[in-house]
């Protein structure tokens, strides 16, 4: 006889902690759905201060920002920067982090107290461009890579997360003969999929969405990011809608105001990371969770 499951009553404790949770959803999905919104509407209906749906709907603000073909080469830059960045990040990253979690490397902990440090002390942006300089990396597209190759946060996950591989594998490939390449390449990376995915999507991120160095130390429109660019689209329409007599001319010619242009812009600038996150969501869970369970 197939007994019939009994149908779970919601109790008032539900009800408010579903209600809770909706609100935090809206309140988490709204800003990106307004936007969206804002950015296909009518610049003349933002005035509004609430938008459920588009009014009006134009991409007058999307042909501001793709007006010509030079928005092209940026988002190229930027895409070569993420993935070439995030590559040498993870590699270094990694490997530095195996190589402190060896039991016969010498004055190991002072090493990795070391980089623990400078987390907390930065010299400060004058001695950093003056350090670039040096190296040869302005006007270098290497200077929005080779500084973050490694990161003090990212090789304190990666370590703790590699101590939490049991030492047995390591230690029965190195009685097999293999050395220290073919013990991380062979044993190790395979391994920690979760943790590289976590690493490699906070590293894609924060390539994408940075700027400050293109400005300080590339003048070579080649080279300009498309955070950069977008950037300097709303400084020039600041320029316009101030003066006067241009502000006129652009209303005359129904040019989007700075807001739509600024959403239009903050869509752009998302809109790809949204894409790749999906497929790194699991590696970004899992990693950062047995990545805590070690100290």
Same mark, same amino acid.
């Given at each position: 006889?197939?007994?019939?499951?009994?149908?779970?009553?919601?109790?008032?404790?539900?009800?408010?902690?579903?209600?809770?949770?909706?609100?935090?959803?809206?309140?988490?999905?709204?800003?990106?759905?307004?936007?969206?919104?804002?950015?296909?509407?009518?610049?003349?209906?933002?005035?509004?201060?609430?938008?459920?749906?588009?009014?009006?709907?134009?991409?007058?603000?999307?042909?501001?920002?793709?007006?010509?073909?030079?928005?092209?080469?940026?988002?190229?830059? =930027? !895409?070569?920067? %993420?993935?070439?960045?995030?590559? #040498?990040?993870?590699?270094?990253? /990694?490997?530095? *982090?195996? +190589?402190?979690?060896?039991?016969?490397?010498?004055?190991?902990?002072?090493?990795?107290?070391?980089?623990?440090?400078?987390?907390?002390?930065?010299?400060?942006?004058?001695?950093?461009?003056?350090?670039?300089?040096?190296?040869?990396?302005?006007?270098?597209?290497?200077?929005?890579?080779?500084? =973050? !190759?490694?990161? %003090?946060?990212?090789?304190?996950? #990666?370590?703790?997360?590699?101590? /939490?591989?049991? *030492?047995? +594998?390591?230690?029965?490939?190195?009685?097999?003969?293999?050395?220290?390449?073919?013990?991380?390449?062979?044993?190790?990376?395979?391994?920690?999929?979760?943790?590289?995915?976590?690493?490699?999507?906070?590293?894609?991120?924060?390539?994408?969405?940075?700027?400050?160095?293109?400005?300080?130390?590339?003048?070579?429109?080649?080279?300009?990011?498309?955070?950069?660019?977008?950037?300097?689209?709303?400084?020039?329409?600041?320029?316009?809608?101030?003066?006067?007599?241009?502000?006129?001319?652009?209303?005359?010619?129904?040019?989007?105001?700075?807001?739509?242009?600024?959403?239009?812009?903050?869509?752009?600038?998302?809109?790809?990371?949204?894409?790749?996150?999906?497929?790194?969501?699991?590696?970004?869970?899992?990693?950062?969770?047995?990545?805590?369970?070690?100290?």
């Amino acid at each position: 006889m197939k007994t019939k499951k009994k149908k779970k009553k919601l109790t008032i404790f539900d009800v408010i902690n579903y209600t809770f949770m909706a609100v935090i959803l809206i309140c988490c999905i709204y800003p990106f759905y307004s936007l969206l919104v804002s950015s296909v509407s009518d610049p003349k209906k933002l005035e509004q201060w609430f938008l459920i749906f588009p009014l009006n709907v134009t991409f007058s603000s999307y042909r501001e920002i793709f007006a010509n073909n030079r928005i092209l080469l940026p988002i190229f830059i =930027s !895409a070569a920067r %993420a993935f070439v960045g995030t590559v #040498i990040t993870l590699i270094c990253c /990694s490997m530095f *982090a195996f +190589l402190v979690t060896q039991r016969l490397l010498p004055f190991k902990k002072f090493i990795y107290k070391y980089v623990v440090i400078t987390m907390y002390l930065n010299a400060g942006m004058i001695p950093w461009v003056l350090t670039m300089v040096t190296y040869g990396l302005k006007n270098n597209f290497w200077v929005y890579v080779v500084p =973050s !190759a490694m990161s %003090a946060y990212y090789i304190i996950l #990666i370590k703790t997360y590699f101590e /939490s591989i049991p *030492a047995e +594998l390591e230690e029965s490939a190195r009685m097999d003969g293999a050395g220290f390449f073919t013990i991380f390449f062979k044993v190790i990376l395979p391994l920690s999929g979760p943790i590289l995915g976590a690493i490699a999507m906070f590293s894609a991120v924060g390539q994408w969405n940075s700027w400050y160095d293109n400005l300080m130390l590339v003048q070579k429109n080649e080279l300009k990011t498309l955070q950069l660019m977008l950037y300097q689209v709303i400084q020039n329409m600041n320029v316009v809608m101030n003066d006067p007599k241009t502000a006129a001319t652009a209303q005359v010619v129904n040019r989007p105001s700075i807001m739509s242009v600024r959403s239009a812009i903050a869509m752009v600038t998302v809109i790809p990371i949204l894409c790749v996150y999906p497929f790194m969501q699991r590696y970004f869970a899992s990693g950062i969770m047995v990545g805590a369970v070690k100290g």
